[in-house]
Structure formats: structure tokens, C-alpha cells
């Protein structure tokens, strides 16, 4: 992993062109960028204004609701819904002990899934419908800024799957039923005598496939050179935060790069951002793709199925799900 001081800005307009040599320049870029720093910066990415704004109004305005009212839709065993303050923890960390909650409270969204669909039809993890505040205008805000960040997902693994040098499909097919989140997150200021082991969001990696982040301009998202600095994402008025999450890491053969961050909140305001994390289906097996290992790069990865992780990661992060085990 190379040194960096800078996360970099890519230009991301040529995915909605069918110019090739456009496309294939822009893969290359993509390839440098995630494979030197695992984040990126990206602009023109086709995402309406006003659909961002739009759900920020509403993160603000469902946080603003007294807390009787947000625990009415508490997070339940499908992974939706309100999660509150001292809550997460991440205890699966391999960058710091972490021994003190996440100091965020967020609602949780998931891709939306009716009585009949085959997921739950069949018991697929997590799968299930949405639970929603009684909140004017929330739902169809929260749920049309996810329509287009799922647009927009399918899109960068496309470009992925072009800068580790495969055919688009042979990524796309995990994504025809993709497990999405939209986590609208809150962070309340932390004061500055805090212990330096309270964080808004302890150091870690995305577990899944690529985030999409929108964010305000409180600031406080930092990211870790390999010299163990880390280095600030501040807001980029217009652009999105991408990060490449360890299932890509797997994919690619460690290629592109799931780098830890996290957030710390000591600016006296609240914070408020808006992860999107687009991962493939839950049954999918993750393996080195073929185009990704050789001799002089053997697969580093056993094959692992993705709900039998996510699973795993959601049981001890998280008192509701590592409640449910017990039980």
C-alpha cells in the first residue's frame, strides 16, 4: 500500500457515456486510486442535489423526534430501523481495542422487500420490509435518494469489475438482488476532555462491497495512511465519499484496498452523514475473481459466502443482534 497524504478526486462522468476510450481511462484511474488509498472522492456522479438535500431535511427531522417516538420503530432482527446512542460497538476492530459504544444514534434502512418476495419466501438473512416513523414526506425521501444511490452502485461495480480486468458480469450477476443500506447517522458533538478511546465511529473497515457517502460540513471522517496518519475527508461540496469494503478487497485478490477510518466528533456542532453501502446478495460466494490471481499473485482468500459473514459481523457489533443469538 503506497504512502498518501491526500485522498484523490475522480471524475466519474464517462460511466453514464458510451465513449470506451473514456470508460477504460476512467477504470484505470479507478484501479490506481483504490488499489494506492481505498478512498476516493467522486464528482459528476449523475446524483440530483436535491435528492441529497432532500435526505439530509429528513435524517434532521427524524432525529429531532423525541426519543419515545424513534424507539417505536427500534431496530429490529431484520437489521431496520432506529438505532440508538451506546448501542454499536466494534468490537471486531483489528485497529484498536474497542471497549466504548459508537456515540451515534442512526436509522437504518435495507433494500425493501414485500411478504412475497422470494427472499423471504425462502429465509434469506435479514430479508424482510422497512419499518417507518410516522413522519410526513420521510419515506419517499429516504426511499428515492436510495432508488438512485442503488442506480448509481450498480454503475461503480461495473467500473470495478473493468479495472480489475474482468467482464462486468461476472460481478453484476451478485448484484441482480443486491443487499443495500441507507444508514441516515447522527453524531452528537463529543466534548473535547473525552477519553481519546470515544469515538463517533471507532477505527475499522467497511464489511462489504463499496459505501457511498454523503456528508455535511461539520467534518471529523478521517482516513489511515499506512504510516498509521490519518488523514481528514473533509466535504467536497457535490461530491461523494467511495470507499472500497473488504468484500471487494477479497474480490479483487487485495488489489483495491478496504482502508480503516473513522470518525471523530469534537467539533461542538452535530454531525450528521448519509452511508450507502451496496454489497451483492447474501448467498454469494466471495472468491478471488480469476482475472485477479497468477503466479506471482497466488489467491490470498478462501471463498466465504456473504450472509454467513455479515452474520457474524452484525451478532458482535450490535446489542440487538447479539441479544437475538442468545436468545
Known amino acids: 500500500m503506497a504512502e498518501f497524504a491526500e485522498i484523490p478526486v475522480l471524475d466519474v462522468s464517462a460511466i453514464y457515456s458510451e465513449d ?69 460497538t466494534d468490537v471486531n476492530s483489528k485497529l484498536a481495542e474497542v471497549k466504548k459504544p459508537n456515540q451515534s444514534e442512526s436509522f437504518m434502512m435495507m433494500r425493501e422487500d414485500d411478504p412475497f418476495s422470494p427472499g423471504i419466501l425462502t429465509g434469506n438473512y435479514l430479508a424482510g420490509p422497512n419499518v417507518w416513523p ?25 467500473l470495478a469489475a473493468l479495472a480489475l480486468n474482468t467482464d462486468p458480469t461476472n460481478l453484476l450477476s451478485a448484484f441482480e438482488t443486491p443487499t443495500t443500506w441507507l444508514r441516515l447517522l447522527h453524531y452528537p458533538p463529543t466534548a473535547p476532555t473525552a477519553p481519546e478511546d470515544l469515538y463517533g465511529s471507532a477505527p475499522h473497515t467497511d464489511f462489504g462491497c463499496l459505501t457511498i457517502l454523503a456528508q455535511d460540513d461539520v467534518g471529523g471522517l478521517q482516513v489511515m495512511a499506512p504510516s498509521g496518519q490519518w488523514i481528514d475527508a473533509p466535504v467536497i461540496p457535490g461530491a461523494f465519499v467511495v470507499n472500497v469494503g473488504d468484500m471487494l478487497h477479497r474480490w479483487s485478490n487485495g488489489i483495491l484496498l478496504s482502508t480503516p477510518h473513522r470518525v ?47 452474520r457474524s459481523e452484525l451478532e458482535a457489533g450490535y446489542d440487538k443482534h447479539r441479544a437475538q443469538k442468545a436468545d
Do not use: W
Open 20 to 88: 470506451a476510450v473514456a470508460l477504460a481511462k476512467l477504470a484505470q484511474e479507478f484501479r490506481k486510486a483504490y488499489s494506492e488509498t481505498g478512498f476516493g472522492y467522486i464528482i459528476n456522479h449523475g446524483v440530483d442535489q436535491g435528492l441529497i438535500d432532500g435526505v439530509f431535511e429528513a435524517s434532521a427531522r427524524f432525529h429531532a423526534l423525541p426519543r419515545d417516538v424513534k424507539m417505536a420503530v427500534a431496530l429490529n432482527e431484520n437489521h431496520r430501523g432506529f438505532i440508538p446512542i451506546n448501542t454499536s
Open 264 to 310: 471523530i466528533n469534537r467539533s461542538g456542532r452535530e454531525r450528521y452523514s448519509c452511508p450507502f453501502f451496496f454489497d451483492p446478495h447474501v448467498s454469494t460466494e466471495i472468491a478471488p475473481l480469476s482475472s485477479c490471481v497468477s503466479n506471482k499473485r497466488p489467491a490470498a482468500f478462501e471463498p466465504l459466502v456473504f450472509g454467513d459473514f455479515l
Open 134 to 158: 410516522e413522519l410526513e414526506g420521510f419515506k419517499a425521501a429516504v426511499t428515492a435518494y436510495n432508488d438512485q444511490l442503488s442506480a448509481l452502485g450498480q454503475r461503480l461495480v461495473s
